[in-house]
């Protein structure tokens, strides 16, 4: 389930947003999840952060996306977009499209910002995840096992903006 850090992750997040930026190019692309956390073990699954001007601009562009490989998520969080690109039955990008008023507050950014900037937090996150993926018989309890220290990280990281807690799960 898990891989050690590959060098490679950057390149393949710099591919993906160029594509996406195709698409639209006034779209904001950011690397978030594992993957753009330097030495941080991760499912090899690219995890991007998109600001869009509107969700129905994403909605207006999903035949577009579609034809590059990138499909919508049949359940997913109700405060954002999600595609997902796969190779056979395997998930390799996941890009979350988000409004210009939810970016300053995205949970997923600022998680990747405090795990890149609190050393003895990522190394919790890592034991962590390392102890999830063991003991997980798939990836949504791989998910769960790790929510509380994500929440327990993401509230400190919104406290430290002045920004209200808010629920992972969306």
């Given at each position: 389930?898990?891989?050690?850090?590959?060098?490679?992750?950057?390149?393949?997040?710099?591919r993906a947003a160029a594509e996406l930026l195709d698409v639209e190019p006034s779209w904001e692309v950011e690397h978030i999840g594992s993957t753009a956390i330097?030495?941080?073990?991760?499912?090899?699954?690219?995890?991007?952060?998109?600001?869009?001007?509107?969700?129905?601009?994403?909605?207006?562009?999903?035949?577009?996306?579609?034809?590059?490989?990138?499909?919508?998520?049949?359940?997913?969080?109700?405060?954002?977009?999600?595609?997902?690109?796969?190779?056979?039955?395997?998930?390799?990008?996941?890009?979350?499209?988000?409004?210009?008023?939810?970016?300053?507050?995205?949970?997923?950014?600022?998680?990747?910002?405090?795990?890149?900037?609190?050393?003895?937090?990522?190394?919790?996150?890592?034991?962590?995840?390392?102890?999830?993926?063991?003991?997980?018989?798939?990836?949504?309890?791989?998910?769960?096992?790790?929510?509380?220290?994500?929440?327990?990280?993401?509230?400190?990281?919104?406290?430290?903006?002045?920004?209200?807690?808010?629920?992972?799960?969306?």
């Amino acid at each position: 389930m898990l891989e050690e850090y590959d060098h490679r992750w950057p390149e393949l997040y710099t591919r993906a947003a160029a594509e996406l930026l195709d698409v639209e190019p006034s779209w904001e692309v950011e690397h978030i999840g594992s993957t753009a956390i330097p030495g941080m073990a991760a499912k090899p699954i690219i995890d991007l952060a998109v600001r869009v001007g509107s969700l129905a601009e994403v909605r207006a562009r999903l035949d577009e996306l579609a034809a590059r490989g990138w499909l919508r998520i049949a359940r997913g969080p109700r405060s954002h977009l999600v595609l997902v690109k796969q190779q056979g039955p395997r998930r390799t990008h996941i890009a979350h499209f988000f409004v210009v008023e939810q970016w300053a507050g995205c949970h997923q950014r600022l998680f990747r910002d405090w795990l890149l900037t609190h050393q003895q937090d990522a190394e919790r996150y890592l034991d962590v995840k390392r102890r999830a993926a063991q003991l997980a018989s798939d990836g949504p309890d791989y998910t769960a096992r790790k929510a509380a220290v994500v929440q327990e990280i993401v509230d400190r990281a919104r406290a430290a903006q002045g920004l209200p807690q808010a629920d992972i799960a969306e």
